[in-house]
Each structure stands twice: as structure tokens, then as C-alpha cells.
């Protein structure tokens, strides 16, 4: 659905690059994030998929759409969610859907219906301007469902939400990614990126440094490690235990044997350690 080549971007014009060289696809109904720290080229690779900057070098294509000569059915097949919500301030969270809908010449949602889902039905005739900076994230979340998008773009979702609001948004795109939608995430939170990608590629300093699966990420950098408490002698001890040293494998099935572990975890990296291990720096 999504297949960029080669693809650079200067801000000043010369070899100084936000974004340098990089490739991937996407499949159809895949979650791919893109996970890296700000200033990484997260943001700039977004805007340049969906249009706001103009593609200075490389190839790209959103649903077989070249984005060098844009079309109609390309927005009409793409949503965006972005990061500062920008929006209508003198028109209230309804009226701003009914505007933005007008934009397409394809069948749009229920306005009503996407405020219920993301919990501002109570707000919808309320100006945007007096919108808390997290009601105004979930309208242009809203916002980005009205034309019912194959493509789907998000950039730092559950920024600034409270945790219920944000385990509903993230209901929302498990959802629409079970419906067929594919979704590009932009993101720095480890966990959601966790959560909710099939792929996710680390970039920093405006390159890929990586693609893969959360998981096999977190098996290959991984230490093989339980992490176990314990009751000896009335006393609870903890202690990491290999799952490939023999004698630790000897020891942890005694103490499974004699019913003396209290609790027992395995421990795998998380991506934040995994991308400061291949990168050198935090996701901050």
C-alpha cells in the first residue's frame, strides 16, 4: 500500500538532511510504526507521504498512487491524525466535521457517530476553542475517520490523553486495522508502538536503522533471563535465572518442583532498550 525508495528531504536546501535515504513498504492492513525520538524524521517522512512537503528526492507511492502527481482518489483514500491538532477554533466540534467532510467526493461517516466514539458527543456543539488541548487531539482523531480511510495516518495518537482516553483511541485502531485499514504510526512511546505494530523501523538522525517485527526485535536483543521470587527458610528472595545456563535450568525446575516460587517472569528487552542499544540514544 505504502512504497517509498530512496527518499531525502532537506529543509535548507543542501546536503544537511532530515531525512536521508531511506526505503521500506507497507502491506495492505499491516500497522507499521515508525519509532524514534523527536527531531528523528518521523514527521517528515508523514508530511511528505501525505502531500504538505513537496518530494525533493526519491520515489513514493501511497495505494499505487505516485505522489509526485497527486490525485483526488489519493486523498480521498488517505486520513490523517496529526500530532497538534489543528483546527477550527470558532466552529464547534461538529461543525468542524460537517466542513472537513465536504472536502471528498466519497462517502463520509456520521459526524455524531465519530464524536460518541471518541467520547466528545457531550462537546459536540461546544466552540473548539474552548476544547481542552486533549479534546481537541480526539476531534482531529475524529476528523481523520470521516472519509472512512484505507490509508490511515497517525502521528502520536494518545499524546497528552488521559490513560482511559487513550486505551479507547487505541481500541479504535486495533478496530479499523481489523476491518483492513492500513496505518502508518508515527511515535516515540515505545509501548504503544508495542501494542499495536506488526513492523516497526527505527529511525534516527533522519536514516532507518532497522525493520522488523516487536517481537523478533525483542527476541534477538533479548537476554534469555526469569526473573523469579521466591520463599526460602519464610523468607522471599528474588533472583534472574538463565534459561540456557544448565544449572540455573536445574535449579529453577527444582524450585517449580517444590512449589516455592511466588511469582516468575521472563525478561525481554523492551524497544526502548533494544533502540538505545542499536542507536546509541533514547527515544526522548
Not at 258 to 283: C, D, N, P, W, Y
Request: proline fraction near 2%; aromatic fraction near 8%.
Amino acid at each position: 500500500m505504502i512504497n517509498v525508495k530512496n527518499l531525502y528531504h532537506s529543509y535548507t536546501n543542501d546536503e544537511n538532511y532530515a531525512v536521508e535515504d531511506i526505503s521500506f513498504k507497507i502491506e495492505q492492513g499491516e500497522v507499521f510504526g515508525f519509532l524514534g525520538p523527536s527531531g528523528a524524521g518521523k514527521s517528515t517522512t508523514q508530511q511528505i507521504l501525505i502531500g504538505l512537503l513537496a518530494l525533493q528526492q526519491g520515489e513514493a507511492s501511497i495505494g499505487g498512487y505516485d505522489i509526485k502527481k497527486p490525485k483526488e482518489e489519493l486523498f480521498n483514500l488517505i486520513g490523517v491524525s496529526f500530532e497538534h491538532p489543528n483546527v477550527y477554533k470558532k466552529l464547534s466540534g461538529l461543525e468542524n466535521l460537517e466542513f472537513y467532510k465536504k472536502m471528498f467526493s466519497v462517502e463520509t461517516e456520521d459526524s455524531m457517530k465519530l464524536l460518541r466514539m471518541v467520547g466528545l458527543e457531550s462537546a459536540a456543539n461546544k466552540k473548539a476553542g474552548g476544547y481542552s488541548k486533549g479534546m481537541l487531539q480526539r476531534l482531529v482523531f475524529a476528523r481523520s475517520m470521516i472519509n472512512n480511510p484505507k490509508i490511515w495516518f497517525l502521528d502520536e495518537p494518545t499524546s497528552g490523553l488521559d490513560p482511559n482516553t487513550a486505551s479507547e483511541i487505541k481500541k479504535i485502531i486495533r478496530k479499523k486495522n481489523d476491518e483492513g485499514t492500513t496505518i502508518f504510526l508515527t511515535t516515540h512511546n515505545m509501548y504503544i508502538a508495542d501494542e499495536l505494530c506488526d513492523r516497526i523501523a527505527f529511525i534516527n538522525e533522519g536514516k532507518i536503522e532497522l525493520i522488523d517485527s516487536p517481537r523478533n526485535l525483542k527476541l534477538k536483543y533479548g537476554e534469555k533471563l526469569v526473573k523469579i521470587e521466591y520463599k526460602e527458610n519464610e523468607k522471599i528472595k528474588k533472583e534472574s535465572l538463565s534459561m540456557i545456563n544448565d544449572e540455573d535450568k536445574k535449579k529453577l525446575n527444582k524450585l517449580i518442583n517444590e512449589g516455592k516460587i511466588e511469582t516468575m517472569h521472563s525478561q525481554e528487552a523492551t524497544l526502548e532498550e533494544i533502540f538505545i542499544k542499536v542507536t546509541g540514544r533514547g527515544l526522548k
